[in-house]
């Protein structure tokens, strides 16, 4: 079992959509557990990233940690079509900087 | 800031030839990894610097793989000899805090 584990998609919605990618992970030591998202062709770039559990808010996304499931979600109101990109999950216990990653969600944002 | 740079952004080889990929990281970042992306296995952590010196290499593949880093503002990633397996986008990723790192472009590696 990896440590992080993430549903690769594809996931296809139409512009205006509400979108929740999910992640769950195995480690209890994780305390930082970031969204990076990927445009085709380009390296990962940092989206958000919480610290422990609760909900960060940033525009139209959310980050949300429920550590008493190991669950990480990233919610993305209003969609549009710019946000169609891979986005990957990654935690770590934050004593070191190795990332441990999701595979990525594939995600088309449709007009 | 120019962000990571990684050189070459393509590079086509035969079987057998060696390959070396080069990185130059964001200024005052202290860390520097690399990784590599396949479709099937995602992004691969292959090793880790913090301070010029290597902390974790146990995701390199084989001794067919070295990586340097000679100074704080250079790393290189050499394959010798390169094989067909080895096809992938090799990133370059450079941080000073736990949770954030800075990706360059990447090299695209189709090895025949």
């Known amino acids: 079992q990896k440590e992080v584990e993430q549903d690769p998609g594809p996931l296809s919605v139409p512009e205006g959509a509400i979108v929740s990618l999910n992640c769950t992970y195995s480690?209890?030591?994780?305390?930082?557990f970031m969204w990076y998202r990927q445009y085709s062709r380009k390296g990962p770039e940092l989206l958000m990233y919480?610290?422990s559990s609760g909900n960060k808010e940033d525009g139209r996304f959310t980050a949300q940690v429920d550590k008493s499931s190991k669950y990480i979600s990233l919610f993305i109101r209003d969609s549009q079509p710019s946000d169609s990109a891979t986005y990957l999950c990654?935690?770590?216990?934050?004593?070191?900087?190795?990332?441990?990653w999701g595979l990525g969600t594939s995600l088309a944002v449709n007009p | 800031d120019a962000g990571v740079i990684q050189s070459p952004r393509h590079e086509v080889t035969e079987m057998g030839q060696e390959v070396t990929l080069r990185c130059k990281p964001i200024s005052g970042h202290n860390s520097l990894f690399w990784y590599r992306q396949t479709m099937m296995r995602g992004l691969e952590l292959l090793i880790y610097f913090n301070n010029n010196v290597p902390i974790d290499d146990s995701g390199m593949p084989e001794d067919r793989f070295s990586a340097k880093m000679p100074n704080a503002s250079f790393s290189t990633l050499k394959i010798q000899p390169s094989e067909p397996r080895d096809s992938a986008v090799y990133f370059c990723a450079s941080s000073f805090r736990s949770y954030e790192q800075y990706f360059g472009p990447g090299t695209r590696l189709t090895v025949t």
């Open positions: 990654a935690s770590n216990a934050g004593n070191n900087r190795k990332l441990i």
């Open positions: 919480t610290y």
């Open positions: 480690n209890s030591a994780f305390q930082y």
